[in-house]
T-cell receptor, first 116, second 111 residues
């Protein structure tokens, strides 16, 4: 079974530039998550999709971050314009159902973003 | 507001000995707790979980203990192996399904 695919693996940009990350979840997984992991901290949920609808985006900085999940499959996360504090690893995860309980999340390898 | 805390950034143990990783939480609405393991340049992978109706769950060398009154859980690895060297994240969730992660503890198991 193929895992969660993310690209690119690394990205270096200057502040005020824009950047986009791509995620392809495990086939058949209804729920897709984007997490931000800043060095020395645990992953923080940015947005959760159930199929192609948004379940939770309460911690997404909507003035600069946007995300979409077209057709309920793959997803893109965009930052425009980027700030220095956006330097982090952006992790995509998927799960079969979502919605509570002990449901394992399957994570991709992440995209490491450096904003200079 | 750090709802899930792992107060030890790092832990070093000798191969064959027990590793104990600790986690504290503040939100009494949490009812499921999970541990994830992360190797460098990889995403976290699920390790073990426990429901709040239990106080212990065991899977091979890994055991998670939950003390609800103290809002504390711990992960025991016995015996520890060099391949266990990784960052371990504690996470908690309620019926919303939103996972809240701790800061992580880096475990080093020395041969």
């Amino acid at each position: 079974e193929a895992g969660v695919a993310q690209s690119p693996r690394y990205k270096i940009i200057e502040k005020r530039q824009s950047v986009a990350f791509w995620c392809n979840p495990i086939s058949g997984h209804a729920t897709l998550y984007w997490y931000q992991q800043i060095l020395g901290q645990g992953p923080k949920l940015l947005i959760q999709f159930q199929n192609n609808g948004v379940v939770d985006d309460s911690q997404l900085p909507k003035d600069r971050f946007s995300a979409e999940r077209l057709k309920g499959v793959d997803s893109t996360l965009k930052i425009q314009p980027a700030k220095l504090e956006d330097s982090a690893v952006y992790l995509c995860a998927s799960s079969p159902r979502g919605g509570g309980g002990i449901e394992k999340l399957f994570f991709g390898s992440g995209t490491q973003l450096s904003v200079l | 507001d750090q709802q899930v805390k792992q107060n030890s950034p790092s832990l070093s143990v000798q191969e064959g000995r027990i590793s104990i990783l600790n986690c504290d939480y503040t939100n009494s609405m949490f009812d499921y707790f999970l541990w994830y393991k992360k190797y460098p340049a990889e995403g976290p992978t699920f390790l073990i979980s426990i429901s709040s109706i239990k106080d212990k769950n065991e899977d091979g060398r890994f055991t998670v203990f939950l003390n609800k009154s103290a809002k504390h859980l711990s992960l025991h690895i016995v015996p520890s192996q060099p391949g266990d060297s990784a960052v371990y994240f504690c996470a908690a969730t309620s019926n919303t399904g939103k996972l809240i992660f701790g800061q992580g503890t880096t475990l080093q198991v020395k041969p």
